[in-house]
């Protein structure tokens, strides 16, 4: 059997930019002597087919963001538990999600100026639509933050999308799955922030 089914493995790639510009924080990986170095960044997917993120000098994996470093990115939409009692046919629990998964080469980019630059568009990108706030040019905290924040960005090589969403179901239980997906998500997210707040 082939694995990953090929049901699960979507190729389009602007059903995985949709996902880069939904769920922008990204789980980053690199390995330094055969040991993985993990961060949680928001990226930024520009226009040039580059991802811009920025990291604080004090991260010891800001070090390996430089010198055309191999990196892995996996980006993370919605996910759930789909019960079989959601489909109408018989079937097994199983796991409902969406994944995207990036390998590239990773640049350090020593410019203030392009540093400040690419701090106001990442606001201006995170605050849409409303736009409440905005990150002035002579903002003074910005200034004094520059020494302390690396700018890189990752040039991508392999793109692989992971949406396994009950492809192989019958037309009826795969809307009956996304259903489950959207409510699920609601329902957990307010669970669980219920429970962390009340402690």
């Known amino acids: 059997m082939k694995y990953p089914p090929p049901h699960h493995q979507d190729y389009d790639k602007q059903h995985m930019l949709e996902v880069i510009r939904h769920y922008p924080l990204a789980t980053i990986i690199s390995v330094k002597n055969n040991e993985p170095l993990t961060t949680h960044l928001p990226l930024i997917y520009r226009d040039d087919g580059k ?3 920025h990291i604080d000098i004090y991260n010891p994996q800001a070090e390996l963001l430089r010198n055309n470093n191999p990196i892995t ?29 990036l390998k590239g080469t990773v640049e350090a980019i020593e410019s ?18 409303d736009h409440k706030y905005v990150l002035e040019p002579d903002n003074s905290r910005m200034a004094r933050a520059l ?11 392999e793109w692989e999308g992971k ?8 037309k009826k239980d795969i809307k009956q799955a996304r259903k489950e997906l959207i409510s699920a998500n609601q329902k957990s997210i307010e669970s669980f922030l219920d429970k962390i707040f009340t402690q």
Not at 112 to 129: C, G, Q, R, V, Y
């Open 51 to 53: 991802l811009i993120g």
């Open 73 to 101: 990115i996996i980006f993370y939409g919605p996910q759930c538990y789909i019960s079989p009692t959601v489909y109408t046919t018989t079937q097994l629990p199983t796991w409902n999600y969406i994944r995207v998964h």
């Open 112 to 129: 203030k100026d392009a540093l400040k630059e690419s701090l106001i568009k990442m606001t201006e990108f995170l605050e849409a639509p």
């Open 147 to 157: 020494d302390y924040i690396k700018m890189f960005e990752i040039s991508i090589t």
């Open 163 to 170: 949406f396994k969403l009950s492809q192989d179901k019958k």
